[in-house]
């Protein structure tokens, strides 16, 4: 399987850069955003249409382009895990884990034995037709693949510490609208209670080594968690940063 750099840096103590894709499916968006510096995407099907079909042609062009390709599943089940990782993500991001049972059994799918009970499946799209062995394609496909854990409920807020140290999880990921929902202050970004909350993830994935992100359209809000130690940073996602440029680029030429 073919390096995942992104995971790499992270464990290096590092930080790492990227967005997500919900609307602009089209291979091409790889190269655009490979030009543009970003080390990731994910692919997000937990609130999109994305067919497989649309997921392996985004993760061959951005394993083509050096830009690390995750896909968020629609819940955490090994038949959706499984499937997203045969057709060539690189990662997955698991949404609403509540416990660290949770993560485990997320990681059950994630990983070949001895690490999980993963099925044996690997397509052209991971191996590249490398003619690497079973064997080879498994230890590399265990140590490459990357499992990120979203915390954005009161009850995994309260399990951080415990999800955190599962073994092989690689990075927390925040999801501001669902935890500052689950808080009673839905979009409040500029709550005490948020940031208190935040810092908790924070400070769970520093104490067990692993790195702590989260998503926003709002640099400021991910510059100042930057400075709190967040290292898996999400600039918005596809429709939001071309609605901003767009605005911004009209706004300027009316003007």
């Known amino acids: 399987m ?6 790499e840096r992270l464990k290096a103590g590092g930080l790492v850069y990227g967005t997500s894709l919900g609307g602009c499916l089209e291979p091409e968006i790889s190269v655009v955003l490979a030009a543009a510096g970003v080390d990731f995407f994910f692919i997000d099907t937990e609130h999109s249409t994305t067919t497989y079909a649309q997921i392996q042609g985004l993760c061959r062009t951005a394993r083509g382009a ?9 819940q955490n089940a090994a038949s959706l ?14 949404p609403q884990v509540h416990s660290a049972m949770e993560a485990r059994a997320a990681l059950d799918a994630l990983k070949f034995p001895p690490l999980g009970h993963r099925g044996f499946g690997l397509g052209t799209i991971v191996t590249d037709l490398k003619g690497s062995s079973a064997q080879e394609e498994i230890n590399s496909a265990n ?5 990120v854990m979203m915390i954005e409920s009161e009850e995994g807020l309260r399990a951080v510490d415990e999800i955190a140290a599962v073994p092989e999880v690689d ?9 500052s929902l689950a808080l009673g202050i839905i979009e409040q970004f500029d709550n005490p209670v948020f940031w208190k909350a935040l810092e908790r993830v924070i400070n769970a994935g520093t104490n067990a080594g692993i790195a702590v992100g989260l998503q926003s359209n709002d640099l400021s809000l991910l510059t100042r968690s930057r400075e709190m130690g967040a290292r898996f940073m999400i600039y918005g ?3 939001s940063v071309l609605l901003t440029g767009y605005k911004a680029g009209m706004s300027r030429l009316r003007g």
């Open 237 to 239: 996602s596809d429709y």
């Open 2 to 7: 073919q390096k995942n750099t992104v995971k």
């Open 143 to 147: 140590w490459e693949t990357m499992a």
């Open 81 to 94: 895990i499984s499937r997203a990782l045969d057709v060539g993500a690189m990662g997955i991001i698991v």
């Open 66 to 74: 050096g830009v690390i390709p995750l896909v968020r599943v629609t």
């Open 171 to 179: 990075a927390l990921f925040v999801g501001p609208y669902d935890l």
